[in-house]
């Protein structure tokens, strides 16, 4: 089974995505598109783990895509890095209020190209098991149902008020409003007193005892 994360490279210069792909062939399954449109289907498709997303390209920007890539629910979490030119603070700025992760500036440095991939990679897998371990937790805790406050319970009949005033037996309004579960039986009292003779054979010593 093929473990290796998924790195999508949207650029429309081949020597960039030829120094990238050589970069992160040895650790990743790497894949490409050449412009904002086939970027767009790719991550459709292949549902990457990290896009590195070029700023400048025709008809539709890196900014462009990453605006759409963030406002759909499925996509937002996928750590996008972006390709820019040295020495432009304002497109990386703007790339990190667009919800960009990171940066790499051209001309590429590989390890550290490498090294960036890596770390927010390890970021998403934190991430992801947090996001999974809060789940579970919200559904535990939507599971548990406990029983508070003051119950209103007959003292002749034993059964319970509940919140629309309505009369419940004990067993079914704790069923209700707990995970508890019953089964049946007689205390020696109540088997005594409704089951005489049955219970004069079961406890005979009792029969005998001097009153």
């Known amino acids: 089974m093929n473990n290796k994360a998924k790195i999508l490279i949207v650029d429309d210069t081949p020597t960039n995505i030829q120094v990238l ?9 790497v894949y490409f598109a050449m412009n904002g449109n086939e970027a ?20 539709m920007d890196g900014f462009e895509v990453c605006r759409h890539l963030k406002d759909r629910e499925q996509f937002k979490n996928i750590p996008i890095i972006f390709i820019t030119a040295l020495g432009q603070p304002e497109e990386e700025s703007r790339g990190l209020k ?15 190209v490498l090294l960036r991939v890596r770390n927010h990679l390890e970021l998403k897998k934190q991430r992801d098991a947090l996001e999974q371990r809060t789940k579970e937790l919200e559904k535990a805790l939507a ?12 003292a002749g009949c034993k059964k319970i008020r ?15 409003h707990s995970d508890a ?4 039986g007689l205390c020696p009292g109540c088997a005594k007193q409704l089951y005489p003779e049955q219970y ?8 005998t005892k001097v009153k």
């Open 162 to 176: 509940d919140d629309q005033g309505y009369w419940q037996q004990l067993e079914i309004y704790i069923s209700e």
């Open 21 to 29: 792909d050589e970069a992160l062939e040895a650790e990743f399954d």
């Open 40 to 59: 767009l289907q790719k991550v459709a498709s292949l549902q990457p783990d990290l896009i590195l997303l070029d700023i400048m390209m025709p008809v």
């Open 143 to 154: 599971e548990i149902k406990v029983l508070k406050g003051i119950i209103p319970i007959c």
């Open 98 to 112: 667009l919800g960009a992760a990171d940066y790499v500036t051209k001309p590429f440095n590989p390890e550290l």
């Open 181 to 184: 579960a019953f089964s049946h």
């Open 200 to 207: 004069a054979k079961m406890f005979p010593e009792e029969s």
